[in-house]
């Protein structure tokens, strides 16, 4: 149904000048500066220039895909039957491209789009671990930051954030993404989006941004990736969409659709989630690009019997750009023609393309972002690099510090051990685009960096590709230390797009050397190393210390020494549960309460395991500092609220111990009876408080109605009366709670 607004009239104008009316979702309410200009283009266009701008090649210089082999890219540029070009770098090479763009006939400028997921050259923590550091403010800065450099390379668009909520540590895309939560995950994106695209397009440092993947790819069965999603249509609603939504009303200018069928029909056919809900109910007026290939792989699905009929499929569901798969360039001219597809259709799209375009200025100069000099100016610059090295001590997690082994206060002798701890090519994670290995911090590089006058003694300790132990070579470094750093986990690339694992330990052998190194009487700090939440059980009693450090991008040796020395208090928490069994998965904290409740041990009749308790290693939230700190109990400013009213909780928090340190002040609820079950818990907040030793503030938490809803069985936003638990805490599972009542 299109909705009233002038634009909207205009377009109908244009449209019932030329064919009846289809009901394509198209909604554009938001008057666009541009929209005249848009219009003004689009009536010169032929149909096939038309489709040629829903077109999207990679270069050949990357594939981040099954990719072909196709030489005539350049003259299909110069016939205008391309409108983007993805993995395309570098100012020069993206001016050669644009170039050939403006041979065509009415010289519509390329957009370029480039997986920034987590910095261009100067590479950032993984997103996984920026979720951890529970600093939107930092999230924004990231993106902000990497967004400057994007652009100064000729690019104008990043397919990022990646807003898909996952509760699979199988799953290898769990790395891209802010966790388990739904409503940090909301916030997160809109954080990121934020980031990206600044205040305005026009702006030579922003780029557009895409919610991808649109939507619930982080539900695929088995984690195991591209896998089929099957869930009911208010999960889909309460726990998936959410992240979504909050991306669209932060102004992202993208969507990039999921590989993943929804209710039995893949994402990028799924009118119910693009056309009615995207388009429709959230009136997003921004265009929505295919996945690598999946208008073409609606095939392999059995939705449709040929590419043709995928793009019938693509573009009558809304899909606007077409990525790599050909279907739109090979067939929408001939569905056109034939009637099957009403060129509506085809308008819409366009005009949504045309509008970012003329949004970033590139009809005015299609040039601008290709300037050699200011790549050569911005591209890994120290400013950049001081936002990595933040970045990353900030995402680290203190997991365990028995007897305050951590800070290590300039130690003579220190023992680094753990081949991870010397790969450089590891220190940057998965879909680090454009980082250059060569120029990561290695763990080893920033103790040495740290620690000038400390004797530094490595050791691989384990052969970084088959695991093998050499003991040997650990113990005789270890030998000449009473402090062992050691370095254990999973190699970059086992996480990130197509690597989801059956098995999340760490490595057996790197567990033994652990245990090996502490039956020696040291003291052994332990550093886990992943893109994911992983399970090191065994290993655990024999560390003294454990911090999680991810994956943390081009500083990351720079970051974790800061936090080893304490010259950074570690503040970050678990976006993610870490699971203490494989067969947990998927673990979350927030999970409903069911007939016959969990308890920790094995109680028979209760929802557990006989083998195992079903509490995880680690819950969400949780994560250690250098100092103490206590936690009030939550006061509501009443004990009743009206409905609207907002509900007000106070509470007090105090430095119990002998450093300055950052705390995370968590804000869970529950709804303790609704039409629909509600989780044990839900966050709706969180607060960062930073505390000099004895210093104490108030932390004032404010929860608008909205935050007391959910979905109903009618799938309608509902706040029920009734009474909810307010509970708070440094963790999800370290809460002090009171109870209100809301009518
Ligand atoms: C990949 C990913 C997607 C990425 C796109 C372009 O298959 O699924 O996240 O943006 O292709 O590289």
Same mark, same amino acid.
């Given at each position: 149904m299109i909705k009233s607004g002038i634009f909207s009239m205009l377009l109908m104008g244009v449209i019932a000048g030329s064919c009846t009316q289809p009901s !394509?979702? !198209?909604?554009?309410? !938001?008057?666009?500066?541009y929209a005249e200009k848009v219009d003004s283009v689009l009536k010169l266009m032929t149909l096939e220039e038309k489709i040629g701008q829903m077109n999207q090649y990679t270069s050949d210089l990357q594939a981040t895909g099954p990719s072909r082999k196709d030489s005539t890219k350049l003259e299909q540029i110069r016939k205008g039957r391309v409108g983007s070009m993805l993995n395309v770098k570098g100012a020069s090479n993206t001016r050669r491209f644009q170039e050939a763009a403006m041979e065509s006939r009415l010289r519509i400028p390329l957009l370029f789009g480039l997986d920034v997921i987590h910095g261009m050259r100067t590479v950032y923590p993984i997103p996984l671990a920026e979720a951890a550091s529970f600093n939107l403010k930092l999230m924004e800065r990231t993106a902000a930051a990497a967004a400057k450099e994007t652009a100064s390379e000729g690019i104008h668009w990043t397919f990022a954030p990646m807003v898909d909520v996952t509760r699979d540590a199988r799953w290898g895309r769990v790395m891209e993404g802010a966790g388990e939560d739904t409503w940090y995950g909301s916030r997160v994106a809109e954080a990121r989006v934020r980031g990206f695209q600044g205040k305005s397009l026009a702006d030579t440092a922003t780029v557009l941004a895409c919610a991808k993947h649109f939507a619930a790819y982080g539900a695929c069965i088995g984690g195991r990736d591209y896998n089929t999603v099957d869930i009911s249509r208010l999960t889909l609603h309460e726990v998936y969409l959410p992240p979504f939504r909050a991306a669209a009303e932060a102004g992202v200018a993208t969507f990039m659709n999921a590989f993943n069928e929804v209710e039995g029909v893949p994402s990028t056919g799924n009118t119910h989630l693009v056309r009615e809900v995207l388009k429709g109910d959230w009136s997003f007026n921004g265009f929505v690009v295919s996945d690598w290939n999946s208008v073409g792989e609606m095939v392999n699905h059995g939705l449709v019997p040929d590419l043709k009929g995928a793009a019938y499929k693509g573009v009558t569901a809304g899909c606007d750009m077409d990525m790599e798969s050909r279907a739109y360039t090979s067939h929408l001219e001939e569905l056109v023609k034939e009637g099957t597809v009403d060129e509506a259709y085809i308008d819409d799209a366009v005009r949504r393309i045309l509008l970012k375009k003329f949004e970033l200025g590139l009809f005015d100069d299609p040039f601008r972002y290709c300037n050699e000099q200011r790549q050569q100016k911005t591209v890994l610059s120290l400013e950049l690099r001081q936002v990595a090295r933040e970045a990353g001590a900030e995402s680290i997690v203190l997991l365990k510090n028995d007897n305050g082994v951590l800070p290590l206060k300039e130690p003579e002798h220190i023992a680094v051990v753990g081949a991870l701890t010397d790969s450089k090519e590891d220190m940057m994670g998965s879909w680090a685009i454009e980082g250059v290995r060569e120029e990561a911090i290695t763990v080893l590089q920033g103790i040495k960096n740290r620690y000038p006058n400390s004797v530094i003694a490595y050791a691989d300790g384990y052969d970084l590709e088959t695991n093998q132990l050499d003991l040997a070579g650990a113990k005789r470094v270890a030998a000449m230390s009473d402090i062992v750093i050691v370095g254990v986990g999973e190699r970059a690339y086992q996480s990130g797009e197509a690597r989801s694992m059956a098995h999340i330990d760490v490595p057996d052998s790197q567990q033994q050397l652990v245990k090996h190194l502490k039956e020696m009487g040291k003291k052994v700090i332990v550093l886990v190393m992943g893109g994911r939440p992983l399970i090191f059980n065994e290993l655990e009693p024999y560390a003294d210390a454990i911090l999680m450090t991810w994956w943390l991008g081009t500083e990351a040796g720079n970051s974790i020494a800061d936090v080893l020395s304490g010259d950074y208090n570690p503040s970050g928490k678990l976006p993610m549960t870490f699971p203490a069994a494989i067969g947990q998965v998927p673990i979350y904290y927030n999970y409903k309460n069911t007939g016959r409740p969990s308890q920790p041990g094995f109680m028979t009749y209760t929802c557990g395991y006989l083998d195992q308790d079903f509490r995880p290693a680690y819950p969400f939230g949780y994560g250690l500092s250098y100092t103490q700190f206590e936690i009030s109990d939550p006061i509501p400013s009443q004990k009743e609220y009206k409905k609207g009213e907002t509900v007000e909780c106070r509470v007090a928090v105090k430095n119990t111990g002998k450093c300055a340190g950052k705390e995370t002040v968590q804000l869970y609820i529950r709804d303790l009876v609704s039409s629909v079950t509600r989780p044990v818990k839900e966050l709706r907040g969180f607060e960062q408080v930073t505390l000099k030793p004895g210093e104490e503030k108030e932390v004032v938490f404010q929860l608008h109605e909205k935050e007391l809803g959910f979905y109903n069985g009618n799938l309608e936003y509902v706040v029920e009366p009734g009474e909810f638990e307010l509970m708070v805490g440094n963790s999800s599972d370290h809460l002090k709670k009171t109870v209100i009542l809301y009518n």
């Open positions: !394509v979702g !198209v909604n554009y309410e !938001v008057i666009s500066p």
